[in-house]
Each structure stands twice: as structure tokens, then as C-alpha cells.
Nanobody, 124 residues
Framework: QLQASGGGLVQAGGSLRLSCAAS????????MGWFRQAPGKERDFVAS????????YYTDSAKGRFTISRDNAKSTVYLRMNSLTPEDTAVYYC???????????????????WGQGTLVTVSS
């Protein structure tokens, strides 16, 4: 089970840190990802991280602005978002994948577990 939090309203240029708390004994081994869905659009990949934090992967729009990290002792994955723009406005979802190397695939269909989403609104 995944529980996302940390969304909110922020001005353009601001920052937010999203958190995703996972439950389950094996959750620390899962590859984890963040996706987002803007109104009327498909759910898009944002970033992912491998189970032992060795590998990370970002969509082009997130590179240099967003940082994904995890604290397996706390069973929590984070998404630090800097230099936010109105185009980043969306519901952000965290997801977990049992299969190894999912982190490199960047597609929602490969993920097994999903959080409920947290809304990020960036005002201009």
C-alpha cells in the first residue's frame, strides 16, 4: 500500500517535496516511480528509482529540477521538485514495481502498486 502526500499550491519558481510512504515487508526492494496526470491528459512518467537507490531515471522535463530519493529505513520515497512552473500542475502518483529493472522503463503499465495521488498546483 502506498500513501502519497506533500502536494499543495505553490507559486511558479517555488519548490515542493512529495513523499510516498509504503507498507509491506518487501516494499524496500521495489523499484519506485512518480507519475503525474494533468486534467484531460494521460498519466505521464516523471522519475523512478531502483530498489537500492543505485539508479534513477527522469523524464526530460524533470531533469535538473526534480530529484527522486528514498529512505528504505522509513519505507518512503521522495520527489523534490524545484523551479516549478504552471506546466507542472497535476495530480502526482507514486507507484511501486515488483519486477527488477522496472525503474528504467518509464511506463505506468509496468508498475504493480499505486498511491492515491497528491495534487500539485503551480500558480503563475
Amino acid at each position: 500500500q502506498l500513501q502519497a502526500s506533500g502536494g499543495g499550491l505553490v507559486q511558479a519558481g517555488g519548490s515542493l517535496r512529495l513523499s510516498c510512504a509504503a507498507s509491506g515487508r518487501s516494499s524496500s526492494t521495489y523499484d519506485m516511480g512518480w507519475f503525474r496526470q494533468a486534467p484531460g491528459k494521460e498519466r505521464d512518467f516523471v522519475a523512478s528509482i531502483s530498489g537500492m537507490s543505485i539508479f534513477t531515471y527522469y523524464t526530460d522535463s524533470a531533469k535538473g529540477r526534480f530529484t527522486i530519493s528514498r529512505d528504505n529505513a522509513k519505507s518512503t520515497v521522495y520527489l523534490r521538485m524545484n523551479s516549478l512552473t504552471p506546466e507542472d500542475t497535476a495530480v502526482y502518483y507514486c507507484a511501486g514495481a515488483i519486477a527488477p529493472d522496472t525503474w528504467r522503463k518509464g511506463t505506468a503499465a509496468h508498475y504493480d502498486y499505486w498511491g492515491q495521488g497528491t495534487l500539485v498546483t503551480v500558480s503563475s
